[in-house]
């Protein structure tokens, strides 16, 4: 298909909505579940299924995305996906029961598992690699911006409005997606192969046990033991999956995109890096609300900051991976993360929270570098066909980090809890610190990194 320069210029914008209301719709909830518990008569504890069944949707059918949009076109499964998302939102407002919000939920997640890997994959088809890190710099920012905002506005929301509009919001967004993606966005589409049903049921099913058994964990929701064992089993259908692939000819995602190694290091360094930077909009707004007896809408707000800096290093991205290369930029930007994180742990009672926003604003400069830094080097160095595997192991990864950050941080924190002799404070210094730490060693997994990758993504050699 032709690209013209109108569809060009206006699928960057198409891509970076979608980011952002995935991103938003992941973290708005959690501050109104006790106004929805209440409305709707039910405990707040109850409420953990709207949550669940809408990330088990999204891990579950991430992997189908790809093979959706290569057979019927990008945009056609794009609006697709944002009409199931916009309506899942507004049955989801109008829900009069527990049951028929969690239905609701499970077609916004069906819509949500296809807009943003679709998007991106449109992305790839259009733009040449040596084009593709500024673009994907540009898509990165709302996605970052989401989870921080989140917690904010649902606070809002539920302090000055109703709870309703926490979905409500998502359908002038997605109305406004669906007629900018008919203009703006292409049609790709390629050679049609057959959908690998079996691949499917074994990756799709492995990722809602290891999406669904870390939410378990981090929430206390069951015993540990049985969310070890539900983690254990997705463990088990992922090699069942990987053994399939191997005698496939047409698997749903082709394991030779492994081979490529700056492909391998960025999914490793996804999987490894979120642990820390994951964690943050879970612990530090509990830390000051348990800890400190701030507010809650207090609490959210003190996310702005990371907002602010993520956006303050938009324009910066491509000139610092000019200048340092990849391989540095992503092992530097890594260690100064994991110290930021460590060194909230000498936030006290009497500290002034006027100086955590300095800090805060710093973790979300470097958190965008290091996001944009290694998305471009996962993907950029795929070829055309294997892009849109690659994409959705990607989509996948970032999907199944959320909830890995979150039940991490939480595993740790309920360590501490159990075996330390410390105050509620210290031990969420405690849990800061091990954080900490845990990405300073990821940073590890970035030194695997020749110093010339990338090259050819910074220099635009690649045509």
């Not at 794009?78 to 998302?85: C, D, H, P, T, W």
């Not at 100086?355 to 080097?377: H, R, V």
Request: aromatic residues 10%.
């Amino acid at each position: 298909m032709t690209k013209s320069s109108k569809s060009m210029a206006g699928l960057p914008w198409i891509a970076a909505m979608a980011f952002f209301m995935q991103a938003l719709d992941a973290t708005i909830l959690n501050t109104a579940i006790p106004s929805i518990a209440k409305s709707l008569d039910r405990s707040p504890l109850a409420m953990q299924s709207a949550i669940i069944s809408y990330t088990l949707t999204v891990a579950m059918l991430i992997p189908v995305s790809g093979w959706l949009a290569d057979r019927f076109g990008t945009r056609k499964i794009f609006i697709l996906a944002v009409s199931l998302f916009s309506g899942g939102s507004l049955l989801c407002a109008l829900s009069p029961t527990l049951s028929a919000l969690v239905c609701s939920r499970i077609l916004q997640g069906v819509g949500g598992a296809m807009m943003m890997p679709v998007a991106r994959l449109a992305l790839l088809r259009a733009y040449p690699r040596s084009e593709l890190l500024p673009v994907l710099n540009f898509v990165t920012m709302p996605g970052l911006i989401g989870p921080i905002v989140g917690p904010m506005l649902g606070g809002w929301i539920v302090t000055y409005t109703t709870w309703h509009w926490i979905f409500l919001i998502n359908i002038p967004i997605g109305l406004f997606g669906i007629i900018y993606a008919r203009r703006y966005m292409p049609n790709f589409t390629t050679p049609k192969t057959p959908f690998d049903i079996r691949g499917f049921l074994a990756f799709g099913l492995s990722l809602v046990l290891l999406s669904s058994g870390m939410e378990l964990f981090g929430e206390k929701i069951i015993s540990p033991y049985l969310s070890l064992l539900i983690l254990l089993s997705g463990v088990a259908l992922l090699f069942v999956y990987i053994r399939h692939a191997r005698s496939h000819t047409k698997p749903l995602i082709n394991l030779n995109l492994f081979k490529t190694r700056t492909f391998s290091i960025g999914v490793m360094g996804n999987i490894a890096s979120r642990l820390g930077t994951g964690s943050i909009p879970f612990l530090l707004p509990l830390m000051l609300q348990v800890g400190f007896g701030h507010p809650a809408l207090i609490a959210g707000f003190m996310m702005a900051p990371m907002a602010v800096g993520s956006l303050a290093a938009k324009s910066t991205v491509t000139h610092v991976l000019r200048w340092f290369g990849y391989r540095k930029t992503l092992v530097i930007v890594t260690l100064v993360i994991g110290t930021i994180i460590a060194q909230f742990s000498l936030q006290t009672t009497s500290v002034s929270l006027w100086l955590l926003i300095l800090p805060l604003f710093i973790l979300g400069i470097f958190m965008s570098t290091q996001f944009t830094a290694m998305n471009t080097i996962t993907l950029g160095s795929l070829t055309d066909e294997y892009a849109s595997s690659g994409n959705s192991v990607l989509a996948v990864t970032q999907q199944l980090s959320v909830s890995f950050g979150v039940a991490v941080s939480a595993a740790v924190l309920r360590f501490y809890e159990s075996y330390s002799t410390g105050s509620v404070i210290d031990n969420f210094h405690y849990t800061f610190i091990t954080m900490g730490v845990m990405t300073l060693l990821s940073s590890l997994v970035f030194m695997q990194l020749r110093p010339q990758d990338g090259d050819d993504l910074i220099r635009g050699r690649i045509k």
